[in-house]
């Protein structure tokens, strides 16, 4: 079986020195010391580490995409434009030394909608990028969320281009959710960024970019962020409620054609089976999580499924292949 994976981390040691945060080391003290340790050490490598474990997993490609929490904590647009080029010819670089391992995912800088759909666009056309993604909301001139009537420049050259916008958790929360006191083991993976980019995801449906931009492709992780589980009850509450933004279809109709999902970091064979008889298999993609998950599991998730040959090739790579032109 060939499988492509991703939403697999890298990062880039000099730019932690370019931004003016401290956000990243933050998130990394949330970890026991000794997977801090090893998650620093794998984000930054591409061969003594990654490969060897793509090898054992039976991995043949990664697609990969800068670490949370990206270009979402620079301040200054001037400097997120900036980081995001030399983020982008980075992996541009380390892709071009391993060709047929690697793939990527172009980090843009949201702070500028105008300059992230050109830096897409550059990423793309200029690097052979696969799409880009981004980490969920952003403060600045642009807005906070990715409907705001900003980024409708971003979504038409996504779109124009034929490449998805992959929605993933990590940015500095937005709002402060009193669920979350006294349970910091809430915050992060475990509970919290899934249902903040659900609702970021929601909000962009609900406010009808896939009808003004019907081509265009947004892929969610960890199993679609709770998403695919709820279409029922998403159309069941759309059609009672006073909608700011009428929609052309039912919200279930978006997900699964227009809204895509991973399965990074949930690798349930049983939960790989709803998300398929909810969503469809074309609509499903093999992902790790890498390094913070392992990819010997994901794949040994992915291989108790009870679904069709056809069905596991077309979630292992077939998918990937297409959406993302590999």
């Given at each position: 079986?060939r499988?492509?994976?991703?939403e697999?981390?890298?990062?880039?040691?000099?730019?932690?020195?370019?931004?003016?945060?401290?956000?990243?080391?933050r998130m990394?003290r949330?970890?026991?010391p000794?997977?801090?340790?090893?998650?620093?050490?794998?984000?930054?490598?591409?061969?003594?580490?990654r490969?060897?474990?793509?090898?054992?997993?039976?991995?043949?490609i990664q697609?990969?995409?800068?670490t949370?929490?990206?270009?979402?904590?620079d301040i200054?647009a001037?400097q997120?434009r900036?980081n995001a080029c030399f983020?982008n010819d980075?992996?541009a670089k380390?892709?071009g030394e391993h060709?047929?391992?690697?793939?990527?995912f172009a980090?843009?800088?949201?702070?500028?909608?105008?300059?992230?759909?050109?830096e897409?666009?550059?990423a793309v056309?200029?690097?052979?990028?696969?799409?880009?993604?981004?980490?969920?909301?952003?403060t600045?001139?642009?807005?906070?969320y990715?409907d705001a009537?900003e980024?409708d420049?971003?979504w038409?050259?996504a779109e124009s281009?034929?490449?998805?916008?992959y929605?993933h958790p990590?940015a500095?929360p937005?709002?402060?959710w009193?669920v979350?006191?006294?349970?910091?083991e809430?915050?992060?993976?475990t509970w919290?960024?899934?249902?903040?980019?659900?609702?970021?995801?929601?909000?962009?449906?609900?406010s009808g970019?896939f009808?003004?931009?019907?081509?265009?492709?947004?892929i969610?992780g960890?199993?679609?962020?709770?998403?695919?589980?709820q279409r029922?009850r998403?159309d069941?509450r759309?059609a009672?409620?006073a909608a700011?933004t009428?929609?052309?279809?039912?919200?279930?109709?978006?997900?699964?054609?227009?809204?895509v999902f991973t399965?990074?970091?949930v690798?349930?064979?049983a939960?790989?089976?709803g998300?398929v008889l909810?969503?469809?298999?074309?609509?499903?993609?093999?992902?790790?999580?890498?390094?913070?998950e392992?990819?010997?599991?994901?794949?040994?998730?992915?291989?108790?499924?009870?679904l069709?040959?056809?069905d596991?090739?077309?979630?292992?790579?077939?998918n990937?292949?297409?959406?993302?032109?590999?």
């Amino acid at each position: 079986m060939r499988y492509i994976a991703l939403e697999e981390a890298f990062f880039i040691p000099e730019l932690a020195h370019l931004q003016p945060t401290s956000e990243p080391q933050r998130m990394m003290r949330r970890f026991k010391p000794e997977y801090t340790e090893r998650f620093e050490r794998q984000l930054t490598d591409f061969t003594e580490y990654r490969l060897p474990e793509m090898d054992n997993a039976g991995i043949d490609i990664q697609v990969l995409s800068l670490t949370v929490p990206g270009l979402q904590v620079d301040i200054d647009a001037e400097q997120a434009r900036h980081n995001a080029c030399f983020a982008n010819d980075y992996l541009a670089k380390v892709i071009g030394e391993h060709p047929e391992r690697f793939r990527g995912f172009a980090a843009l800088p949201l702070q500028d909608p105008a300059a992230a759909a050109a830096e897409l666009e550059r990423a793309v056309t200029q690097h052979g990028l696969c799409g880009a993604l981004v980490n969920d909301c952003v403060t600045g001139p642009g807005g906070r969320y990715l409907d705001a009537p900003e980024y409708d420049e971003l979504w038409s050259a996504a779109e124009s281009l034929g490449v998805p916008l992959y929605l993933h958790p990590g940015a500095p929360p937005a709002d402060h959710w009193r669920v979350l006191d006294g349970r910091p083991e809430l915050y992060g993976a475990t509970w919290s960024w899934a249902a903040e980019v659900g609702g970021h995801a929601l909000r962009i449906l609900f406010s009808g970019v896939f009808d003004r931009h019907p081509g265009a492709t947004m892929i969610l992780g960890h199993m679609g962020e709770f998403l695919p589980f709820q279409r029922s009850r998403l159309d069941s509450r759309y059609a009672a409620s006073a909608a700011t933004t009428p929609l052309k279809r039912v919200p279930s109709a978006y997900l699964g054609t227009n809204i895509v999902f991973t399965n990074s970091g949930v690798f349930s064979p049983a939960v790989m089976l709803g998300a398929v008889l909810e969503v469809g298999a074309d609509a499903v993609m093999f992902s790790v999580d890498y390094p913070y998950e392992s990819c010997y599991d994901a794949v040994q998730g992915f291989e108790r499924t009870t679904l069709s040959a056809g069905d596991r090739e077309k979630i292992a790579h077939g998918n990937a292949e297409r959406v993302l032109r590999i």
